[in-house]
C-alpha cells in the first residue's frame, strides 16, 4: 500500500504531497488491482450538471479540504477570479507530523515548511524553476489543488446515482496534479490510473459538493479513498504578500527535491 514518503528533507514532503492513507505499509508494487471495468454510457444531463458546477470552480472563491486516509489533511482558501489563496497541509507517519503553510498570489508562492523556514518567515519559490508536473499544491494558473475541473472532465461515463448524486470513472493521469497524490504513486498504478471511480455529490444551488476517488487497491488491500469537500462559496479570501523583512528564496535543495 501507499504509505508518507519520509524524506530527508522534510520540505520535500511538504510540498511534494506524498501523504498517503496507510502510513504503516510498503509502497505500491507492481501488484496494483485494476479498477473494474465500467460499461455503462455517459448521462448527457449528468454530464451537463456535473460539468456546470465545476466550472463554476473558477468563477468564485471557496473552501477545500482534503483528506487521504489519517496521514494528510489539506484545507485551501481558494480565490480562483482574484489569483490567490492560501492552504494549510498537514501530513503525519508513525513518528512524524508535519504542517506546511502556502500562500499564492498572482505568480508569486510563498511556503512554510518545517525545519526549511524560520519561524515568523516566509520561503518563496521561483516558478520558473519547477517543472511543470512538480506538485506544490497551490500554483499560478493552477489555483485548484485537485484540479477538479480537468479531473472530472476526464469522464465519459458519468451518470446520475439519485438526487445531486453522479458517479463514474476519472483518469488521474489528466489532471496537473492531485493534493496527497505524488506523481510516481499515480504513474504506479499503471492503466489503473486510467479508469479511477468516483461519487460527487452538488449542493441544493448546483455547485460542487463533495469529491470522492477510489484509488485502485495493491496487493488486495483497498487503500483509503481520497475524498474531497468544497464548501463556503462567494467566501472573502484575505490574502496579502508577507513583509519583504520575512521573506527568504528558497534554498538549493528544494528545487532538487522538487525536480528543478
Not at 509502497?27 to 473494474?36: L, N, Q, R, Y
Not at 480562483?80 to 508562492?109: F, H, M, R, W, Y
Not at 479508469?195 to 488491500?221: H, I, K, S
Amino acid at each position: 500500500m501507499r504509505k508518507i514518503a519520509i524524506y530527508t528533507a522534510t520540505a520535500t514532503l511538504a510540498l511534494t504531497g506524498c501523504a498517503n492513507a496507510d502510513t504503516s505499509s510498503p509502497a505500491p508494487s507492481t501488484s496494483v488491482e485494476a479498477a473494474p471495468s465500467v460499461t455503462a454510457t455517459a448521462d448527457p444531463a449528468a454530464t451537463a450538471a456535473l460539468g456546470k458546477a465545476t466550472a463554476a470552480l473558477g468563477n468564485t472563491s471557496w473552501t477545500m479540504t482534503v483528506t487521504a486516509g489519517s496521514g494528510f489533511t489539506m484545507t485551501a482558501l481558494l480565490d480562483p477570479p482574484g489569483g490567490k489563496g492560501t492552504a494549510e497541509l498537514t501530513a503525519s507517519g508513525p513518528n512524524t507530523e508535519i504542517t506546511v503553510k502556502s500562500l499564492l498570489i498572482g505568480q508569486d508562492l510563498w511556503a512554510q515548511i518545517p525545519t526549511i523556514t524560520k519561524d515568523g518567515t516566509w520561503t518563496h519559490l521561483d516558478m520558473s524553476r519547477l517543472p511543470e508536473g512538480a506538485e506544490v499544491g497551490l500554483r499560478p494558473g493552477r489555483i485548484d489543488p485537485v484540479d477538479s475541473a480537468n479531473l472530472l472532465a476526464s469522464t465519459t461515463d458519468v451518470r446520475s446515482t439519485g438526487g445531486n448524486s453522479y458517479s463514474g470513472t476519472v483518469d488521474l493521469t489528466k489532471a496537473a496534479g492531485i493534493a496527497g497524490l505524488d506523481r510516481v504513486t499515480i504513474d504506479g498504478y499503471g492503466s489503473a490510473a486510467r479508469r479511477v471511480p468516483f461519487v460527487a455529490a452538488l449542493d441544493e444551488q448546483g455547485r460542487l459538493a463533495t469529491l470522492t476517488l477510489q484509488l485502485p487497491a495493491v496487493n488486495g488491500t483497498t487503500i483509503a479513498p481520497v475524498e474531497v469537500r468544497y464548501t463556503d462559496y462567494g467566501r472573502t479570501v484575505d490574502a496579502e504578500p508577507p513583509a519583504a523583512a520575512t521573506v527568504v528564496e528558497a534554498p538549493e535543495n528544494v528545487y532538487r527535491a522538487l525536480g528543478g
